[in-house]
């Protein structure tokens, strides 16, 4: 599985999604078809998305100042797409996946 490092005030932080990630994103309403048409409610369920497999607990607010603090966000959001969507394959492909 893909993911990303972002290092913010000396922290390293891996963004990477599985299942469980997936599963809880789309509990709270994200839908990567409606990310063009809603993209104020569904770029920060995607990017938050992306702490929970490796960062579970972080706050909130502190997702929010990383992101704003990132400057290529288009790259960073084609790359979490890309990421979300090659863990939705894993389920429909039937391939197998840790969810460590």
Do not use: C, W
Not at 6 to 14: A, D, F, H, R
Not at 20 to 48: C, H, K, W
């Amino acid at each position: 599985m893909s993911k990303i490092a972002i290092t913010y005030e000396k922290n390293t932080y891996e963004l990477e999604y599985n299942r469980n990630a997936v599963r809880m994103m789309e509990g709270q309403g994200f839908n990567v078809d409606t990310l063009t048409t809603q993209p104020v409610t569904m770029i920060p369920l995607l990017f938050y998305g992306a702490f929970s497999k490796n960062h579970a607990g972080i706050k909130r607010n502190l997702v929010d100042k990383i992101y704003d603090s990132l400057s290529n966000k288009q790259g960073l959001i084609t790359a979490l797409v890309e990421m979300y969507a090659e863990t939705v394959n894993t389920l429909m492909e039937g391939s197998s996946e840790t969810e460590g």
